[in-house]
């Protein structure tokens, strides 16, 4: 089965402060995603990547920046958190390639991170 | 535009009775089309996928969806909603590129009645 692991469940850090999210899946995907989900808006997508080092911007890219040094993991940096990105952020990946040479771009989701800034 | 729209924010259903979640799309081609369910505090499951072949398509939990071409319909049933189905549930469609970008709605809060 494919795994999904972001690095805290609960998060709560102070304005101002830089914070790392972390995101390692196991199935040796390409591609992977990072949405913040907040009440009656739904997932919007912040950042994904489709290679190593690669990255492209998503929905709501302002004020966050990511990081793709290895295949597996997946990082979502907040360079100087604001209370208006408090909110549950979500990991995903998926393949473009699979069994039989095409894919159905499912996505898998790790548990998530809920983020907390004061 | 490339959109997903789920009109019911919330719907309450009684223990045992059928259920019905909506969901239409905008899409440019023939789409790629998913529900997920996220039960509280929890990330995404997948329920089921259509990408092709038989339009109604059979998922987890007992839940199957019928993809309507004419109607840019994918409408998520249960014959019979058991408690633990109270969750929130989201459609999505895609890919918008090679990188297996999808759009989700915003999603369907199931509450049940005992």
């Known amino acids: 089965d494919v795994k999904v692991t972001q690095s805290s469940r609960y998060l709560v850090k102070r304005t101002g402060e830089k914070v790392f999210l972390e995101c390692v899946q196991d199935?040796?995907?390409?591609?992977m995603f990072w949405y913040r989900q907040d009440p009656g808006l739904g997932l919007r997508l912040i950042y994904f990547?489709?290679?190593?080092?690669?990255?492209e911007k998503g929905d709501i890219p302002e004020g966050y920046s990511v990081s793709r040094e290895k295949k597996e993991r997946f990082s979502l940096i907040l360079e100087s958190a604001s209370t208006n990105q408090t909110s549950m952020y979500l990991c995903a990946s998926t393949s473009h390639r699979a069994s039989g040479g095409y894919s159905t771009y499912e996505q898998y989701f790790g548990p998530g991170t809920r983020l907390t800034v004061t | 535009a490339q959109s997903v729209t789920q009109p019911d924010i919330h719907i309450t259903v009684s223990e045992g009775a059928s259920l019905e979640l909506r969901c239409n799309y905008s899409?440019?081609?023939?789409?790629?089309l998913f529900w997920y369910v996220q039960s509280p505090g929890q990330g995404l499951q997948l329920l089921l996928k259509?990408?092709?072949?038989?339009?109604l398509v059979q998922g987890i939990k007992g839940f199957e969806a019928e993809f309507k071409r004419s109607q840019s319909s994918f409408n998520l049933r249960k014959p019979s909603v058991h408690w633990s189905d109270a969750a929130e549930y989201f459609c999505a469609v895609g890919p918008y590129n090679q990188g297996g970008k999808l759009i989700f709605g915003q999603g369907t809060e199931l509450s049940v009645k005992p």
């Open positions: 199935m040796d995907h390409e591609n």
């Open positions: 259509y990408f092709s072949g038989d339009t």
């Open positions: 899409y440019g081609a023939t789409p790629y």
């Open positions: 990547s489709y290679d190593v080092k690669m990255k």
